[in-house]
């Protein structure tokens, strides 16, 4: 069984920046996938991005390229999502989920198998 707890969300204003931090209870947690995904009021789940358990983030949604970076410490058992340059419509709450083995862009979120209960960012114009 593998517990996340996601932090480092609040109010910040658009420009600003956050890191969020999702922090797992897990053996071997290194042998991980483990991605983010945000949802905004009234949408669907959506992808963010993932790291592979050696450290890769081969993809990433089109709208938080260059803004968006996702790293991973395994030694902390901790992934997390730094976001700069925010807007106001990166405003969701921000989950990681994880998945043993590597995933790939093309995972939905059925494809991870355990769920952090989500981290409010709130970016106000």
């Known amino acids: 069984q593998v517990q996340l707890v996601e932090s480092g969300g609040g109010l910040v204003q658009a420009g600003d920046s956050l890191r969020l931090s999702c922090a797992a209870s897990?053996?071997?947690?290194?042998?991980?996938?483990v991605g983010w995904f945000r949802q905004a009021p009234g949408k669907e789940r959506e992808f963010v991005g993932f790291?592979?358990?050696?450290?890769?983030?081969?993809c990433s949604l089109d709208s938080v390229k260059g803004r968006f970076t996702i790293s991973r410490d395994n030694a902390k058992n901790t992934v997390y999502l730094q976001m700069e340059s925010l807007k106001p419509e990166d405003t969701a709450v921000y989950f990681c989920a994880a998945r043993p083995g590597l995933s790939n862009c093309n995972s939905g979120p059925s494809t991870y198998n355990y769920w952090g209960k989500g981290t409010l960012v709130t970016v106000s114009s």
């Open positions: 897990a053996d071997a947690f290194s042998v991980y996938s």
């Open positions: 790291v592979s358990p050696g450290g890769r983030t081969p």
